[in-house]
């Protein structure tokens, strides 16, 4: 996986668009009034990070149906505070085909527990950090090891031995040793080590029976709540962690709508991983550390399924072991609080979209005064914007919420939009500057 594969991914962009929780109301951020850089220093620590430039819809668990928080510590006393200024935002996202200060963007869903919101954070200071990782040199004796155990563990666990595999070099886009293989007709296997991380793609093609594994089929049905689907994949999460060599006691739901089709979820993700693994992961819809990812596919189901009613067994395993740590911390900025973001956003003060700036002129004006909810995330800079010398700057934003319609499928359509979550300094002169960009 290269480092823009692993920015993809933590973006989250549904599959199909590449090719093409419901937590209590009072304190989550889903009401309305709810509580909910760079410049040098480099500095070493951890910090709770989120990211999102697509959107996905997550609902995150631990082991016991509850997420746990460890002791409190104060991730703050050994960083320097630095300042930002609106230059410094606007740098994350993609001027070029974006425009940093478009107005807002769209997003889908079957129902508003799936909108990725989490609890608002009421600390003093944010971290900030930067995207990146020092590259492990390529080792094919560990890639060796590393693929020829997970396969064998794979076969003992399916009953279906693999056909003969051979380790490869290639240096087609980056230098990476790889592995391609098959159980039966129905199981691919693929296998890459890159100077980043270690990746085992299992694709199952079957869309009517699910794969059996250790005597348990891996299946879900999208009409079930998160917190079922997690407990029916509960041993399932074992036996994966069994074959892989892992153990893990978290699970991340993440679903994917769109505004067209007409059985539900395009694909749905089921992450398991460890949430103490990484400071960041309380904070993510996506692991930044170690993990096992099932992707089960329903952009294409089968010709006699209606509605949304459909088990999902058609399904990506994708397991993903680091070979480096991906963001570094590298100080800490005062935050603000809703109130003072809510001041911001009536000022129009808002950055993002992921359209053209074209696309974007030409939508509807939409006042999120009355918005719905709000959540706050972190933003890795847009590759196209970072400077192929320096690393990528990652930021905390609030992020917005507005039902606007519903679409020809009878999916919500919402719009969310992006203010800063710390302080920030020449924000009116630099809405001056960027008019030729702004969709407002």
């Known amino acids: 996986m290269t480092e823009k594969d692993l920015l993809t991914a933590l973006s989250d962009v549904d599959e199909g668009y590449i090719e093409h929780a419901a937590a209590s109301l009072e304190g989550s951020g889903r009401k309305r009034k709810s509580s909910v850089w760079w410049k040098s220093a480099l500095l070493a620590a951890c910090f709770a ?151 085992i793609h299992i694709y199952y093609d079957d869309d009517k029976n699910g794969l059996l594994l250790s005597g348990e089929r891996v299946e879900v049905f999208q009409t079930q709540s998160d917190q079922e689907i997690i407990a029916s994949l509960s041993n399932i999460r074992e036996k994966l962690g069994n074959i892989f060599g892992e153990s893990y006691a978290d699970t991340k739901i993440v679903r994917y709508y769109d505004g067209y089709s007409s059985h539900g979820v395009s694909s749905l993700k089921v992450y398991f991983y460890n949430e103490t693994d990484h400071p960041m992961n309380s904070f993510t819809n996506y692991p930044i550390s170690n993990y096992i990812c099932l992707t089960f596919d329903n952009r294409y189901p089968p010709d006699d399924v209606v509605g949304v009613n459909n088990k999902l067994t ?93 679409s020809q499928n009878g999916d919500l359509i919402y719009a969310y939009t992006y203010v800063p979550a710390v302080e920030v300094s020449g924000l009116e002169e630099y809405f001056q500057s960027q008019t030729q960009n702004h969709a407002g």
């Open 49 to 199: 990070v989120m990211l999102g430039a697509a959107i996905p819809f997550a609902y995150r668990t631990g082991s016991h149906g509850t997420t746990t928080s460890p002791e409190p510590v104060d991730p703050m006393q050994n960083y320097e505070e630095i300042f930002l200024t609106a230059d410094d935002i606007g740098s994350v996202f993609n001027n070029e085909y974006d425009g940093a200060t478009n107005q807002y963007s769209t997003t889908y869903t079957l129902d508003p527990q799936y909108l990725p919101i989490t609890p608002l954070s009421e600390s003093e200071y944010y971290l900030i950090g930067h995207w990146g990782s020092d590259d492990v040199p390529l080792d094919p004796n560990v890639a060796w090891d590393f693929f020829s155990k997970c396969i064998e563990a794979f076969a003992s666990a399916t009953g279906i031995s693999a056909n003969p595999y051979a380790l490869e070099e290639n240096n087609i886009l980056q230098p990476t040793y790889d592995v391609e293989t098959e159980f039966g007709d129905m199981l691919r296997f693929s296998g890459s080590q890159t100077t980043i991380s270690h990746n």
């Open 314 to 406: 058609k399904f990506n395993i994708h397991y993903c072991q680091l070979r480096s740590e991906l963001c570094e911390p590298i100080a800490k900025v005062k935050s603000i609080s809703l109130t003072e973001a809510e001041q911001l956003l009536s000022q129009g003060y808002t950055f993002g979209g992921h359209s053209c700036p074209l696309c974007m002129a030409e939508q509807e004006a939409i006042d999120f005064a009355d918005y719905d909810y709000v959540t706050m995330r972190y933003q890795v800079q847009s590759l196209s914007d970072s400077d192929s010398d320096e690393p990528r700057k990652v930021i905390p934003f609030y992020v917005f919420y507005k039902q606007i319609g519903t």
